[in-house]
């Protein structure tokens, strides 16, 4: 069986998985009610409408 | 391949699996609208609709059909009584699934699972909830 002459260090590894990772900001959509910035095809958690309708109460603060 | 796969199965043995879509869709009929998970919601809507369509003609066969599956003999009525009549001319898409935020907690997708009629009951159960809501609020103020 093959066997690796030197044992990948923790750091090299790291380094490894860290080319591949990489962040991604959220496809965001503007409410047509508020104009408040929201994930598409969601209810607005600012107004609670969704497609001209309000779907939940929102309670004000 | 993803062959001969045609549910969800929610992480569930089988058992536990039908006594939670029987909780759900006795409570979709109770409230009309409940707030879940949408896969769950998925799940539960295939079960609904073919209650629905089930409960449009009202003979004893079709309720215990569709009595083997509720844990409330009200809602039961309610379905045959009130819910089903409102869709004789429809066929099919009686439910609509909104979604809504990730949960809190999980983030977990979720989203309401809603009748697209509602019956009278419901709409003055909404109005009175409306109403003392106001009351509050003034109570609140004074």
Known sequence: MAVPKYKVSKSRSAKRKAANMKLEAPTLSVCSKCGNLILPHRVCPKCGYYKGEQIIKVEEK | ?142
């Open chain 2, 1 to 142: 391949m993803k062959h001969k796969i045609g549910f969800n199965a929610l992480s569930r043995s089988s058992s536990q699996r039908k006594a939670l879509e029987r909780n759900l869709v006795t409570s979709l009929f109770r409230h009309e609208r409940i707030e879940t998970t949408e896969a769950k919601a998925k799940e539960v809507r295939r079960m609904a609709e073919k209650m629905i369509t089930r409960a449009k003609v009202d003979s004893v066969h079709a309720r215990r059909i569709v009595a083997r599956d509720l844990y409330d003999e009200v809602v039961l009525t309610k379905l045959f009584k009130e819910i089903a009549p409102m869709y004789v001319d429809v066929k099919g898409g009686y439910t609509r699934i909104i979604k809504t935020q990730n949960r809190l907690g999980d983030a977990a997708e979720m989203v309401i699972l809603d009748l697209t009629k509602k019956t009278p009951s419901y709409d003055e159960k909404i109005k009175n909830a409306e109403k003392l809501a106001k009351k509050k609020a003034k109570e609140a103020e004074a």
